[in-house]
C-alpha cells in the first residue's frame, strides 16, 4: 500500500489541549462539590436563595446604620422611616461598654497599656520557639505590673506580693533536695507569713509611689471579663494539672482529697458558686472585711475551670500506653522527674484540644458574673445601658458588639491552639 | 469537734454581723458614704448616665437621705443590686437601704426581716394595646389575645381580672420583658400586660409610642418602696421621715426654688417651720440637726419635682401622677403630720 492512498496521515504531534471546560478550574469544582447530584444542585439553590436573602435584608440595616446621634429617637429622626441600625449607640458608650461606667476616664490609658503588655508577656510562653526565653522574665513580673497599671495604689503592694513569690520559690529551692511534696507545702506557707507580715509594712506605705487607686466596685465593661479570662485560664492550668495527677496518686488522702474536689465542683453550677462568692460569703464574713468581689470570683471559676480541665488531663494520661511510665521507671527517674519528661509533655499534647475547649468554655462564662449584678460587657449592656432613657430599645446592635468582641477572641484561642497542635506533631500521619 | 468549731465561728460572725448592725446611723456618719442598694437598671427608676452619675426616682430617695444624714446629697455609694441578690445585699450590711422598685408584701416585710418605710410609687398591673384596636377599657378585651410574662403574679391576677369580668381571654406566654415588647410589636398578641411603670417605659422605647395607649384600669396592687433592715428602728425612722419629708414638702409647696426663702426664716405655715427646722427641735428626735429635711428637699426638689424630674408626663416615660398624686389632689400619696 502505497502513501497516497491514505487521505490523511498527521506529521506533526498535536499540542497539548487544555483539559475540557468541565473538567477544570471553577466549573469543575462547582460541579463536583456543588451540582454532583440533582439533589445536591436543589440544596445548592435553596441555600443561595437563602443566602441572598438575608444578605440583601441584612445590607441596608449595615449600610444605612447612623453613628451620630444622641439618642435612639434621634436615630429615628435621621433614618426617617428607613431600615438602618443606630451604631450611635456604640459610639457614645464605647468606654462604658469597654471599661464600665465608673472607671476614671483619664485613666483609660492604664488597662488599655495593661492589656498592650499582656501580649508582650504572652509571647514567650505562646511562641516559645519564635522569642527568646529572656522574655520569660518580664511574663513572670506582668502580673504585678497589671495589678498595678489596673487597680492603682502604692508600687509597695505589688512589689512585697512579688517578694513574697521569690521567698517562697528561694525555701523550695532549698528544701526541694529533701522532698518535693514537703517544699511545695514549706514555700506556700513561708510564702503566705511573709505576706501577711508584709501587710504591716505596706499598710503605713499606702501614698509610697503611688497612682490613683480604682476600686474592684468601679470596673466594668469587657475589661472584667478579658481579666477573668486570662487569669482563671491562666491560674486553672496548673491547679488543673495538680488535680489530675492528685488523682491519679497512690496516696490515698491525696487521691480522695482530688476526687472528692473534681466531683464536687463538676456537680455544681458555674452559677451556683457564683452567688455564693457574692451573696453567701457576705453573711459569713464580719461586716466590714473588705474580701475584693472580684477576688472572690476569680477563686471561683478557677475552682470550677480547674475541676474540669483536670479531667480533662486525666484523659490525656490515660491515652498514654503503660509502657511510657514502665520506661520512665526503667530509667531510675523519680516520680517528679518522669512526670515532667515524660509523662506530662506527651499527655498535655493529647489534651490540647480539650483545654482549649475548656477555656473558650471559661471565657464566655465569664458573663455569668452579670447576675451577681457585676458590669461586665452584658451587665452594661443590658443594666446601664438599656436603661437609660435614651437608649432603651437598642438590642440588636449592642448584643452584636457583644458577639463580635467575644468571636474574635474565642476564634483567635482556636486558631492559636490547631497551630500549637501542627508545631508539636511528632507523628508520621 | 472541728465541724462545731467552724459552725461556732460562724455563729459568732453571724452574731457580730447583727450587732454591730444596730447602729446604722453611727455606722453611715464613721463612714462618710451611705450604701444605697439601687437596680441595675430600669429606665426612669435608676440608672447610670453617659458619665457615670446614677439618675432616677429611686435613687433621689437614696440622695435625700444621704443629703439628711451627711449634709452631702453625692455622698452615696450605689451598689447595684439585681433581682436576686437585692435582699441578701440588705439582710448581710453590705447596704444600709434598698430603694430599688421592690413590692411591699407581707412575707417581705415579716418572714425576711425587713421594714417598708413607706411607698414611692403605687404601681399596678396595666394593659397596652395600639389605638388602631379601639379599645378603651381593659373590660372591652373580651377574646383578645394577652402577651403575658409565665411564672409571675401578673399571670395570677391576669386570670382573676378577667374571670371577675366573665370576658374570655387567649395568652401568649412569653419570658422577658425583652420579648414581650417583640412580641406585642409584631402582633403576636393584642395587648401586653405588665407593671404600669414597666408597659410606660416599654411604650415609650417604641418607634411611634403615640400609635400605643395604656388603658385606664389598674388590676392589681405593687406598692414600691425603700426599705431599711429589721432591728434599727432609729435609722428606719431616718428613712421613713426623710422620705415623708419630700411628700409633706410638696404638700405645703415647699420647692426647690423657694426653700431658701422658706428656711430663711420662721413664716405663717407652722409646719413648714417644723420641717425646715426654723421652729421646734424635729431634727434632735431622730439623732439628726435641725436642718436635715432642709437639706433633703433641696437636694432634687420636693416629691412631685422628682417626679417630674425623672418619671412624669414631660419625659419619655411620660407617667401620669394617678394614684401617687397628693391626697388633696385625688391621689393617696399622704404624709403623716410633722408635729
Same mark, same amino acid.
Request: net charge negative.
Given at each position: ?104 476616664? $483619664? ?10 503588655? *499582656? ?42 506580693? *512579688? ?11 532549698r528544701m526541694v533536695t529533701v522532698n518535693a511534696g514537703i ?33 474592684s466596685r468601679d470596673m466594668g465593661g469587657f475589661m472584667i ?37 473534681? $466531683? ?125 432613657? $435614651? ?39 | ?18 450587732? +454591730? ?122 377574646? =383578645? ?22 370576658? +374570655? ?27 404600669? +411603670? ?5 411604650? =415609650? ?92 428637699? +433641696? ?41
Amino acid at each position: 500500500m502505497s502513501r497516497d492512498q491514505f487521505a490523511f496521515v498527521r506529521k506533526h504531534m498535536l499540542p497539548e489541549a487544555p483539559p475540557p471546560a468541565t473538567q477544570t478550574g471553577a466549573i469543575k469544582w462547582l460541579r463536583e462539590n456543588l451540582f454532583s447530584s440533582p439533589g445536591n444542585a436543589l440544596l445548592t439553590i435553596v441555600s443561595a436563595y437563602v443566602v441572598f436573602q438575608i444578605v440583601i435584608s441584612a445590607t441596608p440595616w449595615f449600610l444605612n446604620g447612623v453613628w451620630d446621634s444622641p439618642s435612639l429617637s434621634a436615630c429615628r429622626e435621621i433614618l426617617d422611616g428607613k431600615t438602618g441600625a443606630c451604631f450611635a449607640v456604640l459610639s457614645e458608650r464605647w468606654n462604658q461598654l469597654l471599661f464600665g461606667f465608673k472607671y476614671p476616664s $483619664e485613666l483609660y490609658w492604664r488597662p488599655g497599656l495593661a492589656f498592650l503588655l *499582656l501580649f508582650i508577656a504572652a509571647a514567650p510562653v505562646l511562641f516559645g520557639k519564635i522569642f527568646p526565653r529572656k522574655m520569660l522574665i518580664f511574663t513572670g513580673l506582668y502580673p504585678f505590673v497589671a495589678y498595678w497599671l489596673i487597680w492603682g495604689g502604692s508600687l509597695m503592694v505589688p512589689i512585697f506580693a *512579688l517578694l513574697g513569690v521569690l521567698v517562697g520559690a528561694f525555701v523550695y529551692r532549698r528544701m526541694v533536695t529533701v522532698n518535693a511534696g514537703i517544699a511545695v507545702i514549706v514555700a506556700f506557707v513561708a510564702a503566705l507569713v511573709f505576706w501577711i507580715l508584709s501587710g504591716y509594712v505596706t499598710a503605713p506605705m499606702e501614698n509610697v509611689l503611688a497612682i490613683e487607686a480604682v476600686a474592684s466596685r468601679d470596673m466594668g465593661g469587657f475589661m472584667i471579663n478579658l481579666m477573668l479570662g486570662v487569669v482563671c485560664v491562666s491560674l486553672s492550668l496548673p491547679l488543673g494539672i495538680l488535680l489530675a495527677l492528685g488523682r491519679q496518686s497512690s496516696m490515698p488522702i491525696i487521691k480522695w482529697i482530688c476526687v472528692v474536689f473534681i $466531683e464536687f465542683i463538676r456537680g455544681v453550677p458555674l452559677i451556683t458558686l457564683l452567688f455564693v462568692a457574692n451573696v453567701v460569703l457576705a453573711y459569713f464574713l464580719p461586716p466590714g472585711t473588705n474580701f475584693d468581689l472580684i477576688l472572690r470570683v476569680i477563686i471561683m471559676i478557677t475552682m470550677f475551670s480547674s475541676a474540669y480541665i483536670a479531667e480533662v488531663i486525666r484523659g490525656g494520661l490515660a491515652a498514654l500506653p503503660r509502657g511510657q511510665y514502665e520506661a520512665a521507671d526503667s530509667l531510675g527517674l523519680d516520680y517528679a522527674q518522669a512526670m515532667q519528661l515524660i509523662i506530662l509533655p506527651q499527655a498535655l499534647k493529647i489534651s490540647i484540644p480539650g483545654i482549649v475547649n475548656v477555656a473558650v468554655g471559661l471565657f464566655k462564662d465569664t458573663t455569668l458574673v452579670s447576675v451577681i449584678s457585676m458590669f461586665d460587657i452584658v451587665g452594661m449592656i443590658r443594666g446601664p445601658i438599656l436603661a437609660s432613657s $435614651e437608649w432603651n430599645g437598642v438590642y440588636w446592635e449592642l448584643f452584636g458588639f457583644a458577639c463580635v468582641l467575644f468571636f474574635i477572641t474565642c476564634y483567635g484561642i482556636s486558631q492559636y491552639s490547631q497551630w500549637l497542635e501542627r508545631q508539636l506533631r511528632t507523628d508520621h500521619r | 469537734m472541728k465541724k462545731t468549731v467552724f459552725l461556732g465561728a460562724l455563729t459568732v460572725a453571724g452574731l457580730a454581723a447583727g450587732a +454591730s448592725a444596730a447602729a446604722t446611723l453611727d455606722d453611715v456618719k464613721a463612714r462618710g458614704k451611705l450604701n444605697c442598694g439601687v437596680t441595675t437598671g430600669l429606665v426612669g427608676f435608676a440608672a447610670p448616665d453617659a458619665n457615670g452619675v446614677w439618675e432616677g426616682f429611686d435613687v433621689a430617695v437614696c440622695r435625700a437621705v444621704a443629703a439628711a444624714v451627711l449634709g452631702d446629697g453625692n455622698a452615696v455609694e450605689f451598689v447595684p443590686t439585681t433581682g436576686k441578690t437585692r435582699f441578701t445585699a440588705l439582710a448581710s450590711g453590705e447596704i444600709d437601704m434598698l430603694a430599688r422598685n421592690t413590692t411591699w408584701t407581707f412575707s417581705r416585710d415579716t418572714d425576711l426581716k425587713f421594714d417598708f418605710v413607706g411607698v414611692n410609687y403605687y404601681d399596678g398591673q396595666g394593659f397596652l394595646v395600639p389605638k388602631s384596636l379601639g379599645v378603651s377599657s381593659a373590660k372591652e378585651l373580651d377574646g =383578645a389575645t394577652v402577651c403575658i410574662q409565665t411564672g409571675t403574679t401578673t399571670e395570677l391576677n391576669l386570670a382573676d381580672f378577667f374571670r371577675a369580668n366573665n370576658i +374570655s381571654y387567649e395568652p401568649v406566654p412569653i419570658e422577658t420583658n425583652a420579648e414581650g415588647q417583640q412580641q406585642y410589636l409584631a402582633g403576636a398578641c393584642d395587648t401586653y400586660t405588665t407593671d404600669a +411603670s414597666g408597659l410606660a417605659s416599654t411604650r =415609650a422605647a417604641f418607634e411611634n409610642p403615640t400609635d400605643h395607649v395604656i388603658l385606664p384600669e389598674i388590676i392589681s396592687k405593687e406598692p414600691l418602696g425603700p426599705l431599711v433592715r429589721h432591728g434599727d428602728n432609729d435609722w428606719g425612722d431616718i428613712v421613713r421621715w426623710t422620705f415623708y419629708a419630700l411628700v409633706a414638702a410638696e404638700e405645703m409647696g415647699i420647692t426647690s426654688a423657694n426653700i431658701g426663702e422658706l428656711s430663711a426664716a420662721p413664716g405663717a405655715n407652722p409646719e413648714i417651720n417644723r420641717i425646715l427646722g426654723t421652729e421646734g427641735e424635729l431634727g434632735a428626735m431622730i439623732g439628726l440637726d435641725n436642718e436635715w429635711a432642709k437639706r433633703a428637699i +433641696s437636694v432634687g426638689g420636693n416629691y412631685g419635682e422628682i417626679f417630674e424630674k425623672n418619671i412624669g408626663e414631660k419625659t419619655p416615660i411620660g407617667l401620669a401622677r394617678g394614684l401617687n398624686a397628693q391626697w388633696t389632689q385625688g391621689g393617696i400619696m399622704y404624709a403623716p403630720p410633722f408635729r
